[in-house]
């Protein structure tokens, strides 16, 4: 059976790694969180005090750009691939409200996109991929067989991000959580380069009114539509 490209892109916190992860899984595919390829160039960039609360050192970032490795191992037990960073698991590290408040900068930076672009592009090359973002149905994959734009009220999106943190024993408050979404949300849609925006062709869900499993039936059928199509 002919394989296809599945992108799903959309505002953060919208579900969109959630219903990939059961898709991938359903499906076999390989199951790529272009977001977090974003966030480990943030903690890289943390890490080399390129960015501080008052600062940030684009260009110094740049040019060490090149010492990067971003790589994605399954972790059976999770049931999803972690990803490293040169070679160090940091699937914690990058899940923190601090390097939310700063990815959506980093992510703004031409040469990091390209870089990260042309990884993403890559291992899609054999199809048989659930790849989820902001650009994967316009930038990344624009021949993806299917595309979805994921939304949902930005009240709805904090909780979820919220509750989420609070479980990982982060000391957060729902009006910084909240804050933080629609920050990333306004910088990820009006940035130059490849700006959050609904491809052409991509189908719009609002899950804001649908659980887990309302949301992942009405996706599957799309997918299996989509496949009795392309086979
Ligand atoms: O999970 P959440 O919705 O919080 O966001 P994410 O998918 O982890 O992405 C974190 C940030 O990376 C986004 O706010 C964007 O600034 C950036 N990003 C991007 O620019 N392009 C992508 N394809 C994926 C993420």
């Given at each position: ?130 790849m989820d973002g902001r650009d994967i149905g316009t930038v990344v994959f624009p021949d993806a067989e299917l595309k979805l734009f994921m939304t949902a009220s930005a009240e709805t999106r904090a909780v979820r991000r919220y509750e989420e943190l ?63 199509e392309c086979n």
């Amino acid at each position: 059976m002919k394989q296809i490209i599945i992108a799903i892109d959309g505002f953060s916190s919208t579900g969109k790694s959630t219903v990939a992860k059961q898709l991938a899984k359903h499906l076999g595919y390989i199951y790529v969180d272009s977001g977090a390829m974003y966030r480990a160039v943030t903690w890289f960039a943390m890490q080399n005090h390129f960015i501080k609360s008052d600062c940030f050192h684009i260009q110094d970032l740049i040019s060490s750009l090149y010492q990067i490795t971003i790589s994605f191992k399954f972790n059976e037990a999770l049931g999803f691939a972690e990803v490293y960073l040169n070679g160090k698991n940091i699937e914690r590290q990058i899940r923190t409200l601090e390097v939310s408040s700063f990815v959506s900068q980093v992510a703004e930076i031409s040469e990091v996109r390209e870089m990260l672009v042309k990884q993403q592009q890559k291992m899609g090359e054999s199809r048989g991929i659930v790849m989820d973002g902001r650009d994967i149905g316009t930038v990344v994959f624009p021949d993806a067989e299917l595309k979805l734009f994921m939304t949902a009220s930005a009240e709805t999106r904090a909780v979820r991000r919220y509750e989420e943190l609070i479980s990982r024993s982060e000391d957060v408050s729902f009006s910084d959580v909240l804050k933080n979404v629609q920050e990333r949300d306004y910088i990820d849609s009006h940035r130059e380069d490849s700006p959050l925006i609904k491809a052409e062709d991509a189908i719009e869900i609002d899950n804001s009114c649908l659980s887990l499993e309302e949301q992942f039936n009405k996706i599957l059928q799309l997918v299996e539509n989509k496949l009795k199509e392309c086979n």
